[in-house]
């Protein structure tokens, strides 16, 4: 019945599994804990959740110490974190750096305003998003949305959840390769960032014009969003994707502000999985 998509800083879970599918089955049981007792280890053909897990595929082969730092991220990428800490309020002195080092000037900034975990956490998705987004036509983004698809094909899902980066892959997906669905919901999205995301998104020959309508096939799209919460910016998503149906502000606490499975156990998720029983 329902898919998942993850986010950034999965890599952890083929650490732990040993194989993708692997971390596919320990990633859908975390989820479905989170989701609640109906979902909680109840296999998809019982109407639990699958999950589609694509982290191995943008990983770079990088230590989290230099995951984190903010020079080691390519050109596309800096200019990704100047345009996240632009959204989030950096004035131009910082944007324009110092001495040669705007982007770890940048973080700093991103560090004093947010709290360091903030800084961490958007310098690790510029760098997982970057690798993304980089090239339109790049082999990894294409194996990306191909699992997506895959995972959809084999399980026929009536719902797909997608978490932080995992909603700008699904949305890409869902336009090149349509499936219907009741229920898209998107947690922690950063869809609507200017330049860094929204501006770099390729959704197929056709639909170039598109972006910010629902995707054919999606017959309601609800989006999530935390108060707090770095990576969901620009939080009034629905004024540049006017083709979400319903759009929530919840607040899930500064520590937990992104967490995959503190969204998932929001009251609003399970009002809507509720309509579909």
Not at 4 to 21: E, K, N, P, T, V
Request: charged content about 25%; overall charge negative.
């Amino acid at each position: 019945m329902l898919v998942g998509i993850h986010g950034i800083r999965c890599y952890r879970y083929l650490a732990r599994a040993g194989s993708a599918d692997g971390a596919a089955r320990a990633l859908a049981a975390e989820w479905g804990a989170a989701l609640g007792a109906q979902y909680d280890g109840v296999s998809y053909e019982q109407g639990g959740l699958d999950a589609a897990y694509y982290a191995h595929l943008l990983h770079l082969g990088t230590t989290q110490g230099s995951a984190e730092d903010p020079e080691l991220l390519e050109a596309t990428g800096q200019q990704m974190l100047a345009d996240w800490a632009a959204e989030l309020g950096a004035p131009d002195e910082v944007l324009m750096g110092r001495a040669g080092l705007p982007v770890r000037q940048i973080a700093e900034w991103i560090a004093r305003r947010h709290g360091d975990l903030a800084r961490r956490v958007v310098v690790l998705f510029c760098r997982e998003a970057d690798t993304y987004l980089a090239d339109p036509a790049s082999q990894r983004r294409t194996e990306v949305r191909d699992e997506l698809h895959r995972v959809m094909e084999r399980r026929r899902p009536r719902v797909l959840i997608a978490h932080s980066l995992g909603s700008v892959i699904a949305y890409e997906a869902l336009w090149h390769r349509p499936v219907e669905l009741d229920v898209l919901i998107t947690l922690g999205s950063p869809l609507g960032l200017p330049g860094a995301i929204r501006d770099r998104l390729c959704l197929g020959p056709g639909n170039e014009e598109r972006t910010g309508q629902r995707p054919p096939g999606v017959r309601r799209w609800v989006n999530i969003a935390d108060i707090g919460d770095v990576v969901a910016i620009p939080r009034d998503l629905p004024a540049s994707f006017p083709g979400i149906d319903v759009h929530h502000e919840v607040s899930l606490g500064l520590a937990a502000s992104h967490k995959a499975t503190r969204y998932l156990a929001v009251p609003e998720v399970a009002a809507e999985l509720s309509l579909l029983r």
